[in-house]
């Protein structure tokens, strides 16, 4: 439990520039919200499943829908397919994270 309340402080820390700019503040999802949904530790070898076949990072799950980065785009898919669609397409983490969470109703 200690390490995984250092974690989280790690990750508040790392996140907590990228909410500055929108006068917004990171408040904690409740345990129901979370289920399912995983962000792999960049120390964790299935984030490079995928790397040497295709060149794509698996950054985490929820459900059957995957988050991943390939060709300089972070990606919603699932395991046939890197991206649903274009839009599910993103230049950015947080903003694959903005979209996957409203996809999923964690943002109401």
């Not at 989280?8 to 979370?34: C, G, H, M, R, V």
């Not at 929820?62 to 669609?85: E, F, Q």
Request: aromatic letters at 16%; proline letters at 2%.
């Amino acid at each position: 439990m200690k390490n995984s309340m250092t974690d989280q402080k790690q990750i508040t820390k790392l996140l907590q520039p990228l909410f500055a700019n929108y006068d917004e503040t990171i408040n904690p999802a409740d345990e129901k919200s979370l289920d399912g949904f995983d962000f792999h530790r960049c120390d964790d070898e299935i984030l490079f499943e995928w790397w040497n076949e295709s060149k794509e990072l698996w950054l985490g799950q929820h459900d059957d829908d995957i988050l991943r980065w390939t060709n300089g785009k972070y990606c919603l898919g699932n395991a046939s397919n890197v991206s649903y669609s274009e839009k599910y397409e993103f230049s950015t983490l947080i903003a694959l994270f903005e979209n996957a969470f409203e996809e999923w109703g964690f943002l109401q």
